[in-house]
């Protein structure tokens, strides 16, 4: 597992569980096996790979071994950039050589909300099954000093909204072909800017609006597990997104399901 850490061997990929994305896509796709021989999925914030891995999972099983699997993505944060093809290099060497899945990003880093200004990215509009992803939540984490960070380039959570949620919607929307899902892992989040008026930023409504407006159906959402350490121990009645599971406090996010 250690070949599969991005930073410096230190950062798990268990952010996004590789387990639910490789559900998520062989669910979407599973419906279109019998007629169809080669699937385009893009990620528009490659993060630390869980949703590449997850992908690479699902293109060794026997169901996908005769289907090719193009799989896009980009990000911005520059020192991990490049280790996404030594991500599928670790894969093919190690665990699984995959002659079926193929993986592309831009040259360089470059963000999401500028995509379709490459050719690459451009060039397939339409033609995309499956998006699937875990954006920034605004500025509560923030990754790197990149300056393409959403966070950095949009300062306020309203000029956010606008230069990064809404495009991040708009290319996905340009990208998927008709009927194409669009997976949308994102939580609602205590602001952190001191000069944010709101408290808790409505993220997931914002983008409910905001994919409706574009043209987007809102089918539903998912509630993902997510990973949490052994000594976990938030009050549930004080944090909307723990619930109890077989006694045990888990913490959840939602992923919001959109059709085009
Ligand atoms: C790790 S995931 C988010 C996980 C989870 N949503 C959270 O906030 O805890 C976010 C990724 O989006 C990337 N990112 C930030 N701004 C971006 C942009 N403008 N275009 C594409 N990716 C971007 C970050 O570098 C990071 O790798």
Not at 15 to 40: C, H, R, T, V
Not at 113 to 138: C, H, N, R, V
């Amino acid at each position: 597992m250690q070949g599969l850490r991005l930073v410096n061997g230190n950062q798990p990929m268990q952010n996004f569980p590789i387990g639910i994305a490789k559900f998520i896509i062989e669910n979407s796709l599973q419906y279109k096996l019998n007629n169809q021989e080669e699937f385009n999925i893009i990620d528009p914030c490659l993060g630390w790979g869980g949703r590449t891995v997850g992908t690479l999972a699902l293109s060794s099983t026997k169901r996908f071994e005769n289907k090719i699997i193009n799989f896009y993505g980009t990000d911005v944060h520059e020192a991990i950039y490049d280790r996404y093809g030594m991500l599928v290099e670790f894969w093919n060497n190690y665990i699984c050589p995959l002659p079926n899945f193929h993986f592309f990003k831009p040259l360089e880093p470059t963000p999401y909300e500028d995509i379709l200004q490459d050719k690459l990215f451009k060039d397939k509009a339409g033609t995309f099954d499956l998006a699937l992803t875990s954006p920034p939540y605004f500025a509560i984490e923030q990754y790197s000093e990149d300056q393409n960070q959403s966070f950095k380039k949009f300062n306020t959570y309203n000029s956010w909204k606008e230069g990064f949620l809404k495009p991040l919607i708009f290319n996905t929307y340009i990208l998927l072909k008709s009927g194409g899902e669009f997976y949308l892992n994102i939580s609602d989040v205590k602001s952190n800017v001191s000069n944010s008026v709101l408290n808790e930023l409505p993220l997931i409504n914002d983008s409910i609006i905001l994919a409706k407006q574009i043209g987007f159906r809102f089918d539903g959402k998912y509630f993902m597990e997510m990973p949490t350490h052994a000594n976990f121990s938030i009050d549930i009645s004080k944090n909307k997104k723990v619930r109890l599971r077989d006694e045990q406090r888990h913490k959840y996010e939602p992923i919001l399901v959109f059709v085009k």
